[in-house]
């Protein structure tokens, strides 16, 4: 009894010891946002949320974030669309190649991304497409959709077919089972899907390095200015904004579907 | 009585509704085209181009792409500095998701079967808060951690230890990379063990079997397919990731990620950036099939 005791307390410090591995970067760099000086040393000796308001009037900052949520916002679209038609696809039916759709799906977020990236790229210059705002959005899509498909085939396998049934069965058309039963069963997962799709690609760096030519992106732009050095305070600021703003949709994700489910969005398929 | 048919009673049953409730195949067909066009269309056939242009060449005089099919470029990865960078990215990703597994392990286990509800609920948000984080503010914070004048040498100076002075090097590298994917690698383990029924494990312990025959015999071969699973992330984000080792690597520290970013962005030779990608797919398709063999993809 006594051993299990004092095994039970070393587990509990490795899991104390893992926290703090996992929140220490997090916390520092939010610090280091609010640091008067110039060059990064620790202690902070003074506060400031000068950098904030310095990065707020980069016209280089506004542009590349505003390309991010342009391109978040179409490549979430397409997402929505083809991962919610796979998973209604996928779901219930029983075929030959079902779990190998699954594996496709994932596969552009389980392959390394610059795979992806020099794929697209060699694609496009074969093809002769520029890069644009669209090459962007076809790269993030890719990777995405895989993300709302996990939401909504996870949703799906909790609700009964029998609802569906009994709404055909009354003299519903598809279209009306399909506007009053089957989306408000699956809202939540969507919203969720989409959240996170966004999430994900507003983040991305190393697909988008490939496809967006000159444009830039708020994480290239970040990549960019990280390896330059010479406005890191400004960095500082920008980087940390966006670990606390890309916590928003994360968490209300995870309300809305559970952490649990949001933890595993991006994991390889679950059994459906 | 007189049974009505739906279609007597005033109510038109829609020909193409029907069709698709009952046609489970043609409605599969029609869900899944999208998708999967999509997918042919634009990633596999974009994978499909890579892998001849990754036969191709570039024209030293014109510095156009040949279209000519040669093996010239994996000759040159053969060659020179590239198995050196190879060997090197392989054994880095390995050492990562050895250090993840470990690292992840007990606290999956204590996630899963130790914590009660409330805590096990905060402890997973705990996980995703820090895999769904900002991906440069992650690898970003370990410049600010590492480097000369940064918390770590700070906090060992304090402690009167000398300085590790750990930045800019290859062990930086390691931890970076071990940090940002350890949520990766808790997550399908806490899947695995969760799933484990506590009956098992009391009938080990009633058998006789001590807390450590138990670890061994029961819960590490019921969680191993999740620790596969946790490990392609582990190991294949690492295998072609190029921003780590240009911001916290060193000297040193080149990777196939930025032999591949390099050779296409700066050095404009995009058929041996091609065939440079080719490596980490040969050796993620050995990896994916072995993994398939362990029956990681039943366990999530």
């Known amino acids: ?272 | 009585m007189t049974v009505v048919a739906p279609e007597r009673a005033g109510r038109r049953v829609n020909p193409v509704s029907a069709a698709l409730l009952r046609r489970t195949w043609l409605r599969t067909t029609l869900l899944l085209s999208p998708p999967l066009a999509w997918f042919l269309v634009i990633y596999l056939a974009s994978l499909a181009i890579m892998l001849v242009t990754s036969l191709w060449s570039v024209n030293s005089f014109t510095q156009t792409v040949d279209h000519t099919l040669t093996t010239q470029n994996f000759h040159q990865i053969a060659t020179g500095a590239y198995p050196t960078i190879i060997g090197r990215t392989v054994l880095l990703a390995a050492l990562v998701t050895i250090t993840d597994a470990i690292l992840a392990f007990p606290f999956a286990y204590a996630m899963a079967r130790i914590a009660k509800r409330r805590t096990q609920r905060l402890l997973l948000v705990a996980v995703l808060l820090p895999l769904w984080a900002s991906y440069l503010a992650k690898i970003y914070a370990w410049i600010a951690i590492l480097e000369k004048g940064g918390t770590l040498n700070w906090t060992f100076s304090k402690l009167g230890l000398p300085l590790p002075n750990l930045g800019f090097t290859n062990a930086a590298m390691w931890i970076a990379f071990t940090y940002i994917w350890l949520p990766y690698m808790i997550v399908p383990i806490y899947g695995a063990l969760e799933r484990i029924p506590g009956s098992l494990l009391e009938a080990s312990a009633d058998l006789g079997g001590s807390g450590l025959t138990t670890l061994r015999r029961v819960l590490l071969p019921l969680a191993l397919p999740g620790l596969v699973a946790g490990s392609i992330f582990t190991f294949s984000l690492t295998l072609g990731d190029y921003v780590t080792p240009l911001l916290v690597g060193g000297a040193n520290s080149t990777l196939i990620g930025n032999a591949i970013y390099d050779n296409l962005l700066t050095g404009g030779n995009l058929p041996l950036a091609a065939a440079l990608a080719v490596v980490p797919i040969v050796i993620m398709v050995a990896y994916l099939v072995g993994a398939k063999r362990l029956g990681a993809f039943d366990a999530l």
């Open chain 1, 1 to 272: 009894m006594r051993r299990s005791g004092l095994a039970r307390a070393g587990l509990w410090m490795w899991v104390a010891g893992v926290l703090l591995f996992l929140f220490v970067p997090i916390i520092t760099i939010v610090l280091f946002s609010f640091d008067a000086s110039k060059i990064e040393t620790w202690p902070i000796r003074s506060w400031t949320t000068h950098w904030y308001s310095v990065a707020f009037h980069d016209a280089q900052v506004r542009s590349s974030f505003l390309l991010s949520i342009k391109a978040a916002t179409l490549a979430t679209l397409i997402a929505l669309l083809l991962g919610s038609l796979a998973a209604f696809g996928v779901h219930r039916a029983r075929f030959f190649g079902r779990d190998s759709i699954s594996l496709l799906l994932i596969l552009p977020l389980a392959l390394p991304g610059i795979i992806t990236g020099v794929a697209l790229n060699s694609a496009f210059q074969y093809v002769g497409i520029p890069l644009s705002l669209w090459t962007i959005v076809i790269g993030h899509a890719t990777f995405c959709i895989v993300v709302v498909y996990n939401n909504v085939v996870a949703r799906l396998r909790r609700t009964s077919s029998t609802l569906l049934e009994a709404s055909a069965d009354l003299g519903a058309t598809g279209l009306q089972t399909l506007r009053y039963i089957t989306l408000p069963t699956i809202a939540t997962a969507l919203v969720s899907g989409a959240l996170l799709a966004f999430a994900l690609s507003f983040d991305e760096v190393i697909v988008t390095t490939f496809t967006a030519g000159a444009q830039n992106t708020l994480p290239i732009w970040i990549f960019g200015a990280i390896r330059l050095g010479q406005q890191l305070p400004e960095v500082n600021a920008v980087v940390a904004f966006v670990l606390i703003i890309m916590f928003i949709p994360i968490l209300i994700a995870a309300r809305l579907t559970g952490s649990e489910n949001v933890v595993r969005s991006a994991e390889p398929s679950r059994r459906t």
